[in-house]
DNA sequence: ACAAACTTTCAATTATTTTTGAAAGTTTAA
DNA sequence: TTAAACTTTCAAAAATAATTGAAAGTTTGT
Protein backbone atom coordinates (compact mmCIF):
# COMPACT_ATOMS: atom_id res chain seq x y z
CA UNK A 1 0.00 0.00 0.00
CA UNK A 2 1.53 3.51 -0.68
CA UNK A 3 0.87 6.50 1.74
CA UNK A 4 -1.79 8.10 -0.53
CA UNK A 5 -4.12 4.94 0.04
CA UNK A 6 -3.15 4.51 3.53
CA UNK A 7 -3.91 8.43 4.09
CA UNK A 8 -6.85 7.93 2.77
CA UNK A 9 -8.12 4.87 4.57
CA UNK A 10 -7.21 5.94 7.47
CA UNK A 11 -9.09 9.22 7.24
CA UNK A 12 -12.12 6.97 5.92
CA UNK A 13 -11.93 4.34 9.03
CA UNK A 14 -11.25 7.60 11.64
CA UNK A 15 -15.02 8.93 10.13
CA UNK A 16 -17.09 5.95 10.33
CA UNK A 17 -15.75 5.23 13.84
CA UNK A 18 -16.27 8.82 14.52
CA UNK A 19 -20.30 8.49 13.41
CA UNK A 20 -20.37 5.17 15.05
CA UNK A 21 -19.85 7.14 18.68
CA UNK A 22 -22.24 9.78 17.65
CA UNK A 23 -19.48 12.33 16.05
CA UNK A 24 -19.80 13.95 12.64
CA UNK A 25 -18.33 12.13 9.82
CA UNK A 26 -16.60 15.25 8.72
CA UNK A 27 -15.58 16.20 12.05
CA UNK A 28 -13.92 12.75 12.23
CA UNK A 29 -11.96 12.85 8.90
CA UNK A 30 -11.07 16.79 9.54
CA UNK A 31 -9.63 15.72 13.15
CA UNK A 32 -7.94 12.70 11.30
CA UNK A 33 -6.52 14.31 8.45
CA UNK A 34 -5.19 16.74 11.09
CA UNK A 35 -3.69 14.29 13.29
CA UNK A 36 -1.28 12.88 10.52
CA UNK A 37 -0.11 16.04 8.80
CA UNK A 38 3.40 16.94 10.05
CA UNK A 39 2.47 20.73 9.13
CA UNK A 40 -0.63 22.99 10.07
CA UNK A 41 -3.16 22.70 6.67
CA UNK A 42 -5.07 25.29 5.05
CA UNK A 43 -9.26 25.40 4.72
CA UNK A 44 -8.35 25.41 1.01
CA UNK A 45 -6.70 22.04 1.50
CA UNK A 46 -8.96 20.67 3.72
CA UNK A 47 -11.76 21.40 1.81
CA UNK A 48 -9.63 19.71 -1.49
CA UNK A 49 -8.73 16.98 0.62
CA UNK A 50 -12.32 15.68 1.94
CA UNK A 51 -13.69 16.76 -0.93
CA UNK A 52 -16.23 19.38 1.07
CA UNK A 53 -17.66 22.58 1.02
CA UNK A 54 -16.55 25.37 2.70
CA UNK A 55 -19.32 26.30 4.92
CA UNK A 56 -18.87 22.02 5.65
CA UNK A 57 -15.07 23.08 6.59
CA UNK A 58 -15.07 26.03 8.91
CA UNK A 59 -18.36 24.92 10.71
CA UNK A 60 -16.57 21.53 11.83
CA UNK A 61 -13.10 23.10 11.93
CA UNK A 62 -14.91 25.42 15.01
CA UNK A 63 -16.86 22.55 16.63
CA UNK A 64 -13.13 21.03 16.53
CA UNK A 65 -11.86 23.78 18.26
CA UNK A 66 -15.12 24.49 20.93
CA UNK A 67 -13.81 20.91 21.83
CA UNK A 68 -10.51 22.11 22.41
CA UNK A 69 -8.71 19.44 19.69
CA UNK A 70 -7.77 21.72 16.90
CA UNK A 71 -5.88 25.01 17.24
CA UNK A 72 -5.78 27.90 14.53
CA UNK A 73 -1.96 28.52 13.73
CA UNK A 74 -0.67 31.84 11.55
CA UNK A 75 1.79 31.78 9.09
CA UNK A 76 4.38 34.78 9.14
CA UNK A 77 3.37 36.62 5.59
CA UNK A 78 0.36 34.38 5.20
CA UNK A 79 -3.01 35.92 5.11
CA UNK A 80 -5.36 32.64 5.59
CA UNK A 81 -5.52 30.27 8.52
CA UNK A 82 -3.38 26.97 9.29
CA UNK A 83 -5.10 24.25 11.99
CA UNK A 84 -3.08 22.23 13.67
CA UNK A 85 -4.73 18.99 15.51
CA UNK A 86 -3.99 18.43 19.19
CA UNK A 87 -1.27 14.79 18.50
CA UNK A 88 -0.59 13.66 21.89
CA UNK A 89 -2.91 11.08 22.72
CA UNK A 90 -3.32 11.10 26.65
CA UNK A 91 -4.36 14.53 26.02
CA UNK A 92 -6.67 14.20 23.31
CA UNK A 93 -8.19 11.51 25.47
CA UNK A 94 -8.84 13.82 28.45
CA UNK A 95 -9.94 16.85 26.40
CA UNK A 96 -12.63 14.34 24.29
CA UNK A 97 -14.06 13.01 27.48
CA UNK A 98 -13.92 16.43 29.84
CA UNK A 99 -15.63 17.46 27.29
CA UNK A 100 -18.43 14.64 26.61
CA UNK A 101 -19.02 14.68 30.15
CA UNK A 102 -19.48 18.13 30.86
CA UNK A 103 -22.37 18.14 27.20
CA UNK A 104 -23.62 14.76 28.06
CA UNK A 105 -23.42 13.23 31.10
CA UNK A 106 -23.54 15.53 33.71
CA UNK A 107 -27.03 16.93 32.34
CA UNK A 108 -27.82 12.96 31.81
CA UNK A 109 -26.57 12.92 36.04
CA UNK A 110 -28.87 15.55 37.04
CA UNK A 111 -31.94 14.05 35.59
CA UNK A 112 -30.91 10.76 37.15
CA UNK A 113 -30.56 12.60 40.59
CA UNK A 114 -33.89 13.74 40.29
CA UNK A 115 -35.62 10.42 39.07
CA UNK A 116 -34.00 8.18 41.43
CA UNK A 117 -34.96 10.89 44.68
CA UNK A 118 -38.88 10.47 44.36
CA UNK A 119 -40.86 8.96 47.14
CA UNK A 120 -40.94 5.25 46.51
CA UNK A 121 -44.61 4.79 48.52
CA UNK A 122 -45.11 1.14 49.16
CA UNK A 123 -45.58 -0.51 45.68
CA UNK A 124 -42.50 -3.14 44.37
CA UNK A 125 -42.75 -1.05 41.37
CA UNK A 126 -41.93 2.06 42.70
CA UNK A 127 -39.43 0.56 45.13
CA UNK A 128 -37.74 -0.99 42.17
CA UNK A 129 -37.35 2.19 40.27
CA UNK A 130 -35.70 3.72 42.93
CA UNK A 131 -33.64 1.29 43.57
CA UNK A 132 -32.52 0.84 40.09
CA UNK A 133 -31.90 4.58 39.02
CA UNK A 134 -30.17 4.83 42.24
CA UNK A 135 -27.71 1.91 41.20
CA UNK A 136 -27.18 4.15 38.02
CA UNK A 137 -26.98 7.03 39.17
CA UNK A 138 -23.61 5.58 41.38
CA UNK A 139 -22.72 3.76 38.55
CA UNK A 140 -22.59 6.37 36.24
CA UNK A 141 -21.08 8.96 38.41
CA UNK A 142 -17.83 5.76 39.05
CA UNK A 143 -17.87 5.99 35.25
CA UNK A 144 -17.89 9.46 34.49
CA UNK A 145 -15.01 9.88 37.12
CA UNK A 146 -12.54 7.10 35.79
CA UNK A 147 -10.34 8.81 32.89
CA UNK A 148 -9.92 12.03 35.18
CA UNK A 149 -8.83 10.22 38.01
CA UNK A 150 -6.57 8.28 35.61
CA UNK A 151 -5.04 11.14 34.73
CA UNK A 152 -4.46 11.67 38.37
CA UNK A 153 -3.07 8.75 39.64
CA UNK A 154 -0.62 8.94 36.35
CA UNK A 155 1.88 11.54 38.99
CA UNK A 156 1.83 8.60 41.71
CA UNK A 157 3.71 5.26 41.72
CA UNK A 158 0.29 3.53 42.62
CA UNK A 159 -0.32 5.37 39.17
CA UNK A 160 2.30 4.11 37.07
CA UNK A 161 2.24 0.51 37.96
CA UNK A 162 -1.02 0.32 37.18
CA UNK A 163 -0.63 1.52 33.70
CA UNK A 164 2.05 -0.47 33.33
CA UNK A 165 -0.25 -3.22 33.87
CA UNK A 166 -2.48 -1.81 31.37
CA UNK A 167 -0.08 -2.22 28.56
CA UNK B 1 -42.30 14.46 40.78
CA UNK B 2 -44.52 11.28 41.10
CA UNK B 3 -43.78 7.83 39.55
CA UNK B 4 -45.25 7.60 36.41
CA UNK B 5 -43.44 11.04 35.24
CA UNK B 6 -40.09 10.68 37.10
CA UNK B 7 -40.05 6.42 34.99
CA UNK B 8 -41.13 8.87 31.36
CA UNK B 9 -38.38 11.18 32.20
CA UNK B 10 -35.90 8.65 33.10
CA UNK B 11 -36.59 6.65 29.91
CA UNK B 12 -36.66 10.19 27.50
CA UNK B 13 -32.92 10.53 28.99
CA UNK B 14 -32.21 7.30 29.06
CA UNK B 15 -32.77 7.62 25.36
CA UNK B 16 -30.91 11.16 24.64
CA UNK B 17 -28.08 9.82 25.93
CA UNK B 18 -28.05 6.67 23.58
CA UNK B 19 -28.46 8.60 20.69
CA UNK B 20 -25.66 10.65 21.38
CA UNK B 21 -23.28 7.45 21.65
CA UNK B 22 -24.49 5.96 18.28
CA UNK B 23 -27.47 3.89 19.65
CA UNK B 24 -30.85 4.34 18.04
CA UNK B 25 -33.18 6.33 20.57
CA UNK B 26 -35.65 3.42 20.62
CA UNK B 27 -33.54 0.89 21.30
CA UNK B 28 -31.94 2.95 24.17
CA UNK B 29 -35.42 3.76 25.60
CA UNK B 30 -36.94 -0.16 25.45
CA UNK B 31 -33.75 -0.96 27.49
CA UNK B 32 -34.20 1.61 30.08
CA UNK B 33 -37.84 1.01 30.27
CA UNK B 34 -37.23 -2.71 30.63
CA UNK B 35 -34.40 -1.64 33.61
CA UNK B 36 -36.55 -0.13 35.83
CA UNK B 37 -38.91 -2.88 35.53
CA UNK B 38 -39.45 -5.30 37.92
CA UNK B 39 -41.27 -7.84 36.03
CA UNK B 40 -41.10 -8.46 32.44
CA UNK B 41 -42.72 -6.69 29.69
CA UNK B 42 -44.37 -7.75 26.61
CA UNK B 43 -44.23 -6.38 23.55
CA UNK B 44 -47.60 -4.74 23.27
CA UNK B 45 -46.83 -3.25 26.62
CA UNK B 46 -43.69 -1.77 25.39
CA UNK B 47 -45.63 -0.13 22.08
CA UNK B 48 -48.24 0.97 24.58
CA UNK B 49 -45.69 3.17 26.74
CA UNK B 50 -43.22 3.88 24.16
CA UNK B 51 -46.02 4.79 22.06
CA UNK B 52 -44.18 2.91 18.85
CA UNK B 53 -44.69 0.73 16.19
CA UNK B 54 -44.91 -3.01 16.60
CA UNK B 55 -42.10 -3.68 13.87
CA UNK B 56 -40.24 -1.21 15.73
CA UNK B 57 -40.42 -2.47 18.77
CA UNK B 58 -39.59 -6.28 17.24
CA UNK B 59 -36.40 -4.72 15.55
CA UNK B 60 -35.34 -3.02 18.47
CA UNK B 61 -35.68 -6.07 20.67
CA UNK B 62 -34.23 -8.17 18.79
CA UNK B 63 -30.92 -5.89 18.53
CA UNK B 64 -31.26 -5.70 22.12
CA UNK B 65 -30.99 -9.45 22.34
CA UNK B 66 -27.84 -9.80 19.65
CA UNK B 67 -26.09 -7.42 22.29
CA UNK B 68 -27.09 -9.89 24.98
CA UNK B 69 -28.57 -7.35 27.13
CA UNK B 70 -31.98 -8.24 27.18
CA UNK B 71 -33.31 -11.62 27.52
CA UNK B 72 -36.61 -13.38 26.33
CA UNK B 73 -38.85 -14.80 29.06
CA UNK B 74 -42.01 -17.19 29.09
CA UNK B 75 -44.64 -17.42 31.25
CA UNK B 76 -46.86 -20.28 32.04
CA UNK B 77 -49.95 -20.45 30.12
CA UNK B 78 -49.15 -17.36 28.36
CA UNK B 79 -48.51 -17.38 24.88
CA UNK B 80 -46.74 -14.23 24.13
CA UNK B 81 -42.87 -13.48 24.84
CA UNK B 82 -42.06 -11.24 27.72
CA UNK B 83 -38.87 -9.22 27.76
CA UNK B 84 -36.46 -8.63 30.75
CA UNK B 85 -33.37 -6.43 30.76
CA UNK B 86 -29.53 -7.29 32.33
CA UNK B 87 -29.62 -5.76 35.79
CA UNK B 88 -26.25 -5.93 36.82
CA UNK B 89 -24.97 -2.87 35.52
CA UNK B 90 -21.24 -3.94 35.81
CA UNK B 91 -22.40 -7.05 33.61
CA UNK B 92 -23.68 -4.27 31.50
CA UNK B 93 -20.94 -2.72 31.18
CA UNK B 94 -19.17 -5.58 30.71
CA UNK B 95 -21.61 -6.88 27.73
CA UNK B 96 -21.71 -3.34 26.17
CA UNK B 97 -18.02 -2.95 25.56
CA UNK B 98 -17.36 -6.33 24.73
CA UNK B 99 -19.98 -5.76 22.01
CA UNK B 100 -18.98 -2.39 20.60
CA UNK B 101 -15.25 -3.38 20.77
CA UNK B 102 -16.25 -6.66 18.28
CA UNK B 103 -18.22 -4.63 15.90
CA UNK B 104 -16.19 -1.17 15.80
CA UNK B 105 -13.03 -0.91 17.64
CA UNK B 106 -11.61 -4.31 15.69
CA UNK B 107 -12.26 -3.66 12.59
CA UNK B 108 -10.60 -0.29 12.99
CA UNK B 109 -7.84 -1.55 14.79
CA UNK B 110 -7.39 -4.24 11.95
CA UNK B 111 -7.08 -0.93 9.72
CA UNK B 112 -5.06 0.66 11.80
CA UNK B 113 -2.45 -2.02 12.02
CA UNK B 114 -2.29 -1.96 7.76
CA UNK B 115 -1.76 1.71 7.42
CA UNK B 116 0.52 1.92 10.28
CA UNK B 117 3.30 -0.72 8.69
CA UNK B 118 3.66 0.91 5.08
CA UNK B 119 6.74 1.83 3.66
CA UNK B 120 7.92 4.92 4.79
CA UNK B 121 10.39 6.31 2.31
CA UNK B 122 12.16 9.08 3.52
CA UNK B 123 10.15 12.16 3.68
CA UNK B 124 8.88 13.26 6.83
CA UNK B 125 5.33 13.65 5.94
CA UNK B 126 5.72 9.37 5.53
CA UNK B 127 7.15 9.20 8.86
CA UNK B 128 4.99 11.51 10.51
CA UNK B 129 2.09 9.39 9.20
CA UNK B 130 3.70 6.08 10.28
CA UNK B 131 4.70 7.22 13.56
CA UNK B 132 1.52 8.84 14.18
CA UNK B 133 -0.79 5.66 12.95
CA UNK B 134 1.54 3.25 14.79
CA UNK B 135 1.11 5.60 18.08
CA UNK B 136 -2.60 5.45 17.51
CA UNK B 137 -2.91 1.79 17.01
CA UNK B 138 -1.23 1.44 20.44
CA UNK B 139 -3.36 3.59 22.47
CA UNK B 140 -6.71 2.67 20.95
CA UNK B 141 -5.06 -1.14 21.47
CA UNK B 142 -4.69 -0.20 25.04
CA UNK B 143 -8.14 1.50 25.76
CA UNK B 144 -10.22 -1.20 23.94
CA UNK B 145 -8.53 -3.49 26.82
CA UNK B 146 -9.15 -1.65 29.77
CA UNK B 147 -12.70 -3.08 30.49
CA UNK B 148 -11.74 -6.21 29.93
CA UNK B 149 -8.49 -5.60 32.25
CA UNK B 150 -10.86 -4.21 35.05
CA UNK B 151 -12.96 -7.30 35.29
CA UNK B 152 -9.91 -9.32 35.65
CA UNK B 153 -8.03 -6.89 38.30
CA UNK B 154 -11.91 -7.15 40.51
CA UNK B 155 -10.77 -10.39 41.20
CA UNK B 156 -7.20 -9.74 42.92
CA UNK B 157 -6.58 -7.53 45.48
CA UNK B 158 -4.86 -4.83 43.62
CA UNK B 159 -8.13 -4.25 41.54
CA UNK B 160 -9.89 -4.01 44.54
CA UNK B 161 -7.99 -1.50 46.27
CA UNK B 162 -7.93 0.29 43.20
CA UNK B 163 -11.79 -0.38 42.60
CA UNK B 164 -11.76 2.13 45.88
CA UNK B 165 -9.88 4.61 44.77
CA UNK B 166 -12.22 4.89 42.03
CA UNK B 167 -14.96 5.77 44.42
C1' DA C 1 -55.33 -29.78 9.11
C1' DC C 2 -57.05 -25.49 10.56
C1' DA C 3 -57.17 -21.16 12.60
C1' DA C 4 -56.09 -18.11 16.35
C1' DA C 5 -52.40 -15.73 18.54
C1' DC C 6 -48.54 -14.21 18.11
C1' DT C 7 -43.74 -12.37 15.83
C1' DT C 8 -40.79 -11.02 12.00
C1' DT C 9 -39.65 -8.83 7.76
C1' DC C 10 -39.01 -5.18 4.62
C1' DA C 11 -40.45 -1.66 1.06
C1' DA C 12 -42.22 2.70 1.57
C1' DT C 13 -42.63 6.74 4.37
C1' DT C 14 -41.15 10.04 7.71
C1' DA C 15 -37.86 12.27 10.66
C1' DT C 16 -33.32 13.70 11.59
C1' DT C 17 -28.84 15.07 10.51
C1' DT C 18 -25.51 16.73 7.50
C1' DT C 19 -23.97 19.37 3.67
C1' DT C 20 -24.05 22.93 0.34
C1' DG C 21 -23.36 27.46 -1.59
C1' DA C 22 -24.08 32.05 -1.91
C1' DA C 23 -24.69 36.25 0.76
C1' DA C 24 -23.02 38.67 4.66
C1' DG C 25 -19.23 39.55 7.60
C1' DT C 26 -14.35 40.45 8.79
C1' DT C 27 -9.61 41.64 8.38
C1' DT C 28 -5.61 43.51 6.17
C1' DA C 29 -2.77 46.25 3.12
C1' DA C 30 -2.18 50.06 0.38
C1' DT D 1 -11.53 54.31 2.49
C1' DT D 2 -11.53 50.82 -0.55
C1' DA D 3 -11.11 46.41 -2.29
C1' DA D 4 -9.08 42.03 -2.18
C1' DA D 5 -8.63 37.91 0.54
C1' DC D 6 -10.39 35.42 3.40
C1' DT D 7 -14.14 33.29 6.98
C1' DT D 8 -18.72 32.67 8.86
C1' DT D 9 -23.59 32.04 8.68
C1' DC D 10 -27.80 29.87 7.61
C1' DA D 11 -31.87 28.61 4.70
C1' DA D 12 -32.52 25.18 1.44
C1' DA D 13 -31.23 20.64 -0.47
C1' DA D 14 -29.37 16.19 -0.01
C1' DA D 15 -28.09 12.27 2.44
C1' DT D 16 -28.79 9.15 6.09
C1' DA D 17 -31.23 6.81 9.62
C1' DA D 18 -35.37 5.43 11.96
C1' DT D 19 -40.15 4.12 11.80
C1' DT D 20 -44.35 2.35 10.13
C1' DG D 21 -47.71 -1.08 8.86
C1' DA D 22 -49.32 -4.70 6.39
C1' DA D 23 -48.12 -9.11 4.46
C1' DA D 24 -45.64 -13.22 5.37
C1' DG D 25 -44.02 -16.32 8.76
C1' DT D 26 -44.34 -19.16 13.00
C1' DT D 27 -46.15 -21.62 16.84
C1' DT D 28 -49.72 -23.75 19.56
C1' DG D 29 -54.14 -25.70 20.81
C1' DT D 30 -58.11 -28.25 19.19
Do not use: C
Request: no cysteine.
Amino acid sequence: MEFKEAKNKFVQTWGALGSQWGINKTMAQIHALLMVSNEAVSMEDIMEELQISRGNASMNLRALMDWGIVYKEFKAGERKEFFTAEKDLDELAVKISRERSKREIKPALKILKEVSTIEAKDSAEEKHFVDQTSKLYDFVLKADNVLDKMTELNDNWLGKLFIKMMK
